[in-house]
């Protein structure tokens, strides 16, 4: 196990840099640093966006003075394919063998096209069969060879590239680990991912084509201010009801009301797969869980507890600045990509 790792999260607004240290069974913060993400990145095929991308992580690295080339990354829910399936209990030899079988019905580009991978989330014998939980994979290979051009422009050795649901399950592990069915929500830019998680063990996840550039558009459009402009209200009100007469949360209610519906519509497929079971609790995650009023509106509209999920203070991470600790959802999938080879 090492002592030390990097988690490099590339979103589509920011680029975060998180380098945790760990001694004993304490978790302490050796360096962190965040730009806007100013290019189209990962999204583009020209070389010219590639390398501005790969120009603004040495900016990051060393406005962050990390020296350290070993980098943990994840990679949008929007750009990859994830399921979880439920297979007889196999040795991992059998089970790759099975899933190249599998893959083809799940995964809706030619399988020549993608690399996948798989992980045995958990085994299952109390029904009296025999079953363990699998989730599987697929990223685009071009998607990956982009990833791996970036690395190498900027200097930088990926040691693991995971999905960004994948990273917050890990980062808010502490408040999701309790027999307790809970769910992790994401709201990243383009997306938000759901995570059903047990007994700290995800069980289920849904992705829902909706996140913050969705609603910074809704603003934009229905007040007719550019994005930059709606964005900062964005940050500031909203869902404030006295803020602008309440403008900016009727602005919002359009695509929050479609994200409420489907989290409702994942919470009663969980119900109906597993014996009307309820969830817990919301978790809440992403940049765009720090909206004023975000944790009332779906406290309200899904009639469940709605707490913000902290990694920070999940895992009594020592030496974060104040200013950090209010911004702590927004970081916590660069806070789970570090902690991926220390715990």
Do not use: C
Not at 130 to 141: E, G, L, N, Q, S
Not at 167 to 175: D, E, F, G, K, T
């Amino acid at each position: 196990m090492k002592t030390k790792t990097i988690g490099l999260d590339i979103g589509s607004t920011s680029i975060r840099l998180v380098h945790l240290v760990r001694e004993g069974n304490a978790f302490a913060l050796d360096a962190i640093a965040s730009i806007p993400q100013t290019t189209k990145g990962l999204a583009s095929e020209s070389l010219i966006d590639l390398q501005a991308l790969s120009d603004s992580i040495k900016k990051l690295f060393d406005s962050a003075n990390v020296r350290n080339k070993d980098v943990v990354l994840s990679i949008p829910e929007s750009m990859v394919y994830t399921k979880i399936i439920q297979m007889p209990q196999l040795s991992d030899q059998e089970l790759a063998a099975a899933l190249k079988f599998e893959m083809e019905q799940y995964i809706p580009l030619p399988i020549d096209q993608v690399k996948t991978d798989w992980e045995v989330l958990s085994k299952n014998d109390a029904t009296g069969r025999r079953t363990m939980d699998v989730m599987i994979v697929a990223a685009p290979i071009g998607l990956l060879q982009k990833y791996e051009k970036v690395m190498e422009m900027s200097g930088l050795t990926p040691d693991v590239i995971e999905t960004e649901i994948v990273s917050a399950h890990r980062s808010l592990l502490p408040l999701v680990n309790s027999p307790d069915a809970n769910m992790i929500v994401h709201i990243g830019a383009t997306t938000t991912s759901l995570a059903v998680v047990k007994a700290g063990k995800i069980k289920m996840i849904f992705s829902i084509g909706l996140g913050g550039f969705a609603m910074t558009r809704s603003i934009s459009v229905d007040l007719g201010i550019d994005m930059d402009q709606a964005e900062n209200y964005k940050k500031a009100y909203g869902l404030s009801e006295s803020a602008f007469e309440g403008k900016i949360g009727r602005a919002l209610s359009p695509v929050l009301t479609s994200i409420a519906g489907d989290i409702k519509k994942a919470i009663l497929l969980y119900r109906e797969k597993n014996d009307n079971e309820n969830i817990n609790q919301l978790v809440l995650s992403g940049g765009s869980a720090l909206l004023p009023g975000m944790d009332v509106y779906l406290t309200n509209a899904l009639s469940a507890q709605v707490v913000l999920g902290r990694a920070w203070v999940a895992y009594n991470i020592a030496n974060v600045p104040q200013e950090l600790q209010v911004q702590a959802p927004s970081f916590n999938v660069a806070v789970g990509l570090a902690l991926r080879n220390l715990i």
